[in-house]
């Protein structure tokens, strides 16, 4: 228990130095929440949105599940974005992955985990639909790495074939989908240039009229 209270403790200091700062700080943070950015990455406690960006709460809207996965079918996901595109009038939809992601190092290999091996299934369908240039790479970690980087690419793409999406881009709204990696090891992040602000931009299959 003694782990368990410390929380309690940390928080008590985290609201005397916000109050030592503005009085008023957790007044005027009630009143609304007006994000510009949909954070969409790893539940690896090793990347905490907030402090990686340097941005306050209130600033972010932060999503995040195994691998920083947009699954069609997850009505969690989905929600979110909905929530964040509609209701919050996003900017910016971040997805960000991480090196050294235990999902994706897990969906690299045969073993049965248990549950969460339907859920890695997403993450082999992205390294079977880059097989080729994956197994050309013979170095493990560096092919691990591509697999982090490629699964983000991929997920970017999720996001902007979602209808949710589509219809801000069709009604004008100004959105952004962006593609970013993390290296835990020097806590850089690095924009892997993928950036969708417009339906021309991903394949017609995925189009809704």
Same mark, same amino acid.
């Given at each position: 228990m003694k782990d368990?209270?410390?929380?309690?403790? +940390?928080?008590?200091?985290? /609201?005397e130095r916000r109050l030592g700062a503005d009085e008023n700080y957790f007044k005027n943070l009630a009143k609304l929440q007006a994000p510009k950015y949909l954070w969409i990455g790893c539940a690896d406690s090793r990347v905490p949105a907030n402090e990686i960006t340097g941005l306050e709460p209130g600033e972010?809207?932060?999503?995040? +599940?195994?691998?920083?996965? /947009?699954v069609h079918t997850d009505i969690?996901?989905?929600?979110v974005i909905q929530y964040a595109v509609k209701v919050l009038k996003v900017e910016h939809i971040l997805v960000v992955g991480h090196y050294g992601c235990g999902g994706v190092k897990a969906a690299m290999g045969n073993a049965n985990i248990g549950l969460i091996d339907n859920w890695l299934r997403n993450i082999k369908d992205v390294y079977r639909m880059h097989e080729t240039e994956l197994d050309a790479v013979t170095d493990e970690e560096a092919r691990f790495r591509l697999l982090c980087e490629l699964n983000v690419k991929e997920q970017v793409l999720n996001v902007c074939n979602t209808s949710i999406v589509q219809k801000a881009w069709q009604g004008g709204q100004d959105l952004t989908v962006h593609g970013w990696i993390f290296d835990v090891a020097d806590g850089i992040l690095q924009d892997l240039n993928v950036s969708i602000s417009e339906k021309s931009q991903i394949n017609k299959i995925y189009h809704f009229h």
């Open positions: 368990i209270t410390q929380l309690f403790e +940390n928080n008590k200091k985290f /609201v972010v809207f932060v999503h995040r +599940n195994i691998a920083n996965m /947009v969690n996901c989905l929600s």
